[in-house]
């Protein structure tokens, strides 16, 4: 059975972490990561105004060997990171233990919630993470079976899940529509494209959590 693992740790103490810290007004998403080789690439959102600089700041680290912009939403962009020698530190215990990223953000500091296939690959991602001496703060664990006072979490972050729980409150997904984008980023205060791109991504989240886990069931 899946395992979530939620836990937090500072900026600095993990390559990517010190690679992207920043200004504190620049919003910070990984997104997913992945293997190719003895390389695993991180693909980042970033959110905020001053892209240009940091874009410049996070190119100059002598650790990257390219920090590409894939695609722009309103003010967010999505990036992905190519080192010159891959970091042995978290991002990589992430990708040695088949762990499927829920949520990664932050800045100073980050906070993580992972699933795993199973206990014993949160076990090897424990180890290794003892054996890096990488110094995370658990916050808890759980399986998908679990409910929180809120109901399920799904991975969403809280502002893809007050998005969504908005949208379905006021009839976004009806048929016919009973509200717009444009009400809803009203009430929220943020633009039409931040609420498409929140509804977009939080969907594709509980999608891959209720079809794709429920289908390795029938595998």
């Given at each position: 059975?899946?395992?979530?693992?939620?836990?937090?740790?500072?900026?600095?103490?993990?390559?990517?972490?010190?690679?992207?810290?920043?200004?504190?007004?620049?919003?910070?998403?990984?997104?997913?990561?992945?293997?190719?080789?003895?390389?695993?690439?991180?693909?980042?959102?970033?959110?905020?105004?001053?892209?240009?600089?940091?874009?410049?700041?996070?190119?100059?680290?002598?650790?990257?060997?390219?920090?590409?912009s894939?695609?722009?939403?309103?003010?967010?962009?999505?990036?992905?990171?190519?080192?010159?020698?891959?970091?042995?530190?978290?991002?990589?215990g992430?990708?040695?233990a088949?762990?499927?990223?829920?949520?990664?953000?932050?800045?100073?500091?980050?906070?993580?919630?992972?699933?795993?296939?199973?206990?014993?690959?949160?076990?090897?991602?424990?180890?290794?993470?003892?054996?890096?001496?990488?110094?995370?703060?658990?916050?808890?664990?759980?399986?998908?079976?679990?409910?929180?006072?809120?109901?399920?979490?799904?991975?969403?972050?809280?502002?893809?899940?007050?998005?969504?729980?908005?949208?379905?409150?006021?009839?976004?997904?009806?048929?016919?529509?009973?509200?717009?984008?444009?009400?809803?980023?009203?009430?929220?205060?943020?633009?039409?494209?931040?609420?498409?791109?929140?509804?977009?991504?939080?969907?594709?989240?509980?999608?891959?959590?209720?079809?794709?886990?429920?289908?390795?069931?029938?595998?």
């Amino acid at each position: 059975m899946s395992v979530i693992l939620e836990f937090t740790v500072e900026g600095e103490d993990f390559k990517l972490g010190e690679v992207l810290s920043g200004p504190e007004t620049m919003h910070l998403e990984l997104e997913r990561i992945v293997p190719t080789g003895d390389m695993t690439m991180p693909f980042v959102w970033a959110t905020g105004e001053n892209h240009g600089g940091f874009e410049e700041t996070v190119q100059t680290h002598p650790a990257v060997s390219k920090f590409l912009s894939l695609d722009v939403v309103g003010d967010s962009a999505l990036y992905r990171v190519e080192w010159h020698d891959a970091p042995t530190d978290l991002i990589e215990g992430i990708a040695v233990a088949d762990a499927v990223v829920l949520e990664a953000r932050g800045n100073s500091q980050w906070s993580f919630r992972l699933r795993f296939p199973n206990h014993d690959k949160l076990s090897l991602f424990h180890n290794f993470i003892l054996e890096h001496d990488i110094p995370i703060h658990i916050e808890r664990t759980y399986t998908l079976s679990e409910t929180t006072e809120r109901g399920h979490r799904f991975g969403l972050s809280q502002e893809q899940r007050e998005a969504l729980v908005l949208a379905t409150r006021q009839g976004y997904f009806a048929t016919p529509r009973e509200t717009s984008l444009e009400d809803i980023a009203a009430e929220l205060e943020i633009s039409e494209q931040a609420v498409s791109n929140r509804i977009r991504r939080g969907n594709e989240k509980i999608l891959q959590q209720v079809l794709l886990t429920s289908a390795r069931d029938f595998e």
